[in-house]
């Protein structure tokens, strides 16, 4: 069953069960507090606060998601894509868990002639929260689950919180078992790889107090409305449903996959390392155009590092496969339109505009890379020539200072040579820079001509070319 398919499917039984059907929202959110959105619920957020009244009590969408948490683990697991899309049906106030837990069931077991999914219900386990045995019992008794599939997980998996105050509830979690070949029996608990977590059930019945972190906090009692807010992954019902190993083999990002395979001259399935690359690929190149199709343009801070740091990762990671430094991202962007121009028809009429932005970042990293690349071998020679495995911070500074080499992508490249980097010493020049500059900043200010307007506008952006790096990442890579 293709993408496009499963979404519609999903959207249509919802709707026929009273949801309004609710067009995605763009990536970049209007929330304040997120950079992008990053699960289904964010739109809707308002509602769930009470800041605003809904207009329906029932709603469901295919909503754009990126996590950039979950960049690390891309190419590495075989369900984490930067770039995903959450199905999620919602009820503000409305029905509660006896009602979501059946329809979810439904959905997915229904035969594919009745708009289900049509999944053997033999291979599908559930998890509770470890107290919540309203859920246990509408799982068991409602539904059927014999009592051996339903595991009971803990606050870190199973309890959802939103905001102080705010609402907070149990979760319920439905994963599919891939198989014996996948890993080891036991259950979502023991194996999160052969049991592949599919869809999230949140029970908002709280409201949440103060406290010392997510896991531990106060309970301040019943929410007067009680809402439910699901998740289902896309891409992971479409490994599913079309029966490959991954989420990057599916249909769409697996076009891209194939295409970066063909353009570097590498064959998928030979060299685990390249299978990586080729993943990681596939699913930068997907993201990047997404994120660009919704205004976001590559830059230092916040979003614009997100994009930029994913579109220097698809660089690095072609180059690995490839050996040379042609320019691919023109092509693979081409690729990712037409993967995911069904059902983003926006991409195919943005489409000049998408290239343009990706062409110049992607020229701009090259002379990047040319000069810094050099650099960055004669500092990893006189590591090796002294007997040591650690690049100085002095030469991680030099090569940020002078080429503006992100410290990820200095690491990375020592990381390849089976060397590293003194983070620390790079850390305390980065400070004593920034300080310096500050200092700088200030003596003008002292002087005779006002130009104060300037040394804010240096303040503020870290004009001194990439004085703001670290800390915008560290940002970047806490999201
Ligand atoms: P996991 O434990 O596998 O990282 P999660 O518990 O973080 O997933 P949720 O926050 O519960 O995920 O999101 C709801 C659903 O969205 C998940 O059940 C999954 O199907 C999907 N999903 C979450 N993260 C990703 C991702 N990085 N790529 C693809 N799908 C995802
Ligand atoms: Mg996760
Ligand atoms: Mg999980
Ligand atoms: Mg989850």
Known sequence: METAE???????????????VVPSASLVAEDPTLLLVNAGMVPFKPYFLGQRTPPFDRATSAQKCVRTKDIEEVGKTARHASFFQM??????????????????????TSSVADGGFGFDPERLWVTVYLDDDEAEAIWRDTVGVPPERIQRR????????????????????????????????????????????????VFMQYERGPGESKTDFEILGDLPKKNIDTGMGLERMAAILQGVENIY??????????????????????????????RVVADHMRTATMLVSDGVRPGNEKRGYVLRRILRRSVRNLRLLSGDDK???HDLTDTAIEAMGEMYAELRTGADAIHSVIDAEERNFAD????????????????????????????AFQLHDTYGFPIDLTLEMAAEQGLRVDEDTFRSLMAEQRETAKRDAKAKKLGNADISVYARLLDGSGATDFLGYTDHESEARVL
């Open 6 to 20: 499963i979404a519609r499917r999903f959207l249509a039984f919802f709707e026929n069960n009273g949801h309004t």
């Open 87 to 108: 199905l999620g049906n919602f009820s503000f106030g409305d029905y509660f868990k006896e009602q979501a837990i059946p329809l979810a069931w439904r959905l997915l």
């Open 154 to 201: 803990g606050m870190e998996d199973n309890f959802w919180s939103m905001g102080v105050p705010g609402p907070c509830g149990p979760c319920s979690e439905i994963y599919f078992d891939r198989g014996p070949a996948y890993g080891a029996e036991g259950g979502p608990i023991a194996d999160e790889n052969r049991y592949l977590e599919v869809w999230n059930l």
């Open 249 to 278: 083999e599916t249909d769409t990002l697996g076009r891209i996959l194939r295409r970066a395979a063909e353009l570097t001259g590498t064959v998928y399935g030979d060299d685990d390392r390249a299978d990586v690359s080729l």
């Open 327 to 329: 320019l691919y991202l």
């Open 368 to 395: 990047t890379l040319r000069s810094g690349t050099a650099l960055f071998n004669r500092a990893a020679e006189k590591t090796r020539a002294t007997g040591g495995t650690t690049v100085s911070g002095a030469d």
